[in-house]
């Protein structure tokens, strides 16, 4: 089986469209057309159903798909494998994180200084949502995940690297500002907005809420932490957030004079906290490269946290 036109059969199915899928691999749609047909004149059977719009796969298709992944997976793998014959640690990671730039920056320097230890690994950083990790792993799409929930799963190893406690972010004027701390009951009847940049903030925001015997009520969610920051020191909600973003809204005062007016307050119950652990399925095959990522990455945070307490 022709190895190329099986690479090209896995772009169809996954754009569904030969144009698309066509621009992607830099040729021709006639090319491709041929290309495709060759490999079902081969096989002796269609691999899609086809409308208009769009190229289906077809049970046919959905069975070649999964033998296809698995091929070239293991393609990836014997490449990986021989290269860490070698002394010197090179190959490729794929790393996928449900943490977002800058929150909390301790991600992407610890891949920042990796990738300066061992310049011969090509690094490929995706961020990809906590719930997707498990599958991203499964289907070898990454090696190793960054997340910001615990990963359970008998065939998955978890490693949890460090916690941090989330807060509540309001008003300067809130009633509830008066106090040092707050319980998350004392929340029950705010409208809450969740900055989906990180995107376990509103799971999280539902999980505390239910933990203190109440509905929450979502007001807002989605990537505009600049709308949220501001309507929220206007008196229109509270955010669950860490307290870092917070310094770093303070920070960013002078571009947003709104940020003044806002206030930290942290909440006395234990479980609103944020995890950072990394996963791997245990049963694929380790390279080099990603064995020393998982030394690596908590070592480097253990030390990074040592250092802000002197």
Same mark, same amino acid.
């Given at each position: ?97 449900? +943490?977002?730039?800058?929150? $909390?920056?301790? #991600?992407?320097?610890? %891949?920042? /200084? ?6 011969? &690994? ?97 007001? +807002?969610?989605?990537?505009? $932490?600049?709308? #949220?920051?501001?309507? %929220?020191? /206007? ?6 957030? &860490? ?68």
């Amino acid at each position: 089986m022709n190895l190329l036109y099986l690479s090209y059969f896995l772009e169809i199915a996954k754009k569904e469209h030969l144009t698309r899928a066509a621009e992607e691999l830099h040729i021709t749609q006639p090319a491709l057309s041929r290309a495709l047909a060759s490999l079902e004149q081969e096989l002796g059977v269609k691999l899609f159903e086809r409308d208009r719009k769009r190229l289906r796969l077809n049970e046919n298709g959905e069975i070649l798909r999964v033998s296809a992944e698995r091929i070239f997976a293991e393609l990836e793998e014997l490449d990986q494998r021989l290269s860490d014959t070698k002394d010197l640690v090179g190959g490729k990671l794929s790393i996928g994180s449900s +943490f977002p730039d800058r929150d $909390p920056d301790i #991600i992407k320097q610890g %891949v920042l /200084e990796f990738m300066q230890a061992y310049p011969d &690994v090509a690094i490929e950083y995706l961020q990809i949502p906590p719930l997707q990790l498990i599958r991203a792993l499964d289907e070898r799409r990454i090696d190793v995940a960054i997340s910001s929930m615990p990963i359970e799963s008998d065939d998955i190893s978890w490693n949890e690297v460090f916690q941090e406690k989330l807060g509540v972010l309001m008003a300067a004027d809130h009633p509830l500002a008066k106090e040092k701390e707050l319980h998350v009951a004392q929340l029950r009847n705010e409208r809450f907005f969740c900055n989906n940049a990180n995107t376990d903030t509103r799971d999280l925001t539902v999980e505390f809420c239910h933990r203190a015997g109440f509905e929450p009520e979502i007001f +807002f969610e989605g990537v505009f $932490p600049q709308l #949220i920051g501001k309507v %929220v020191s /206007e008196g229109g909600g509270v955010s669950f957030l &860490v307290k870092n973003r917070y310094d770093e809204d303070q920070a960013a005062s002078v571009s947003f004079p709104w940020a003044r007016n806002l206030v930290f307050r942290p909440v006395v119950e234990e479980y609103c906290r944020r995890c950072c652990g990394i996963a791997y399925v245990k049963q694929y095959y380790h390279s080099k490269a990603m064995r020393l990522f998982c030394e690596f990455f908590p070592a480097f945070v253990a030390a990074a946290h040592e250092a802000e307490k002197r």
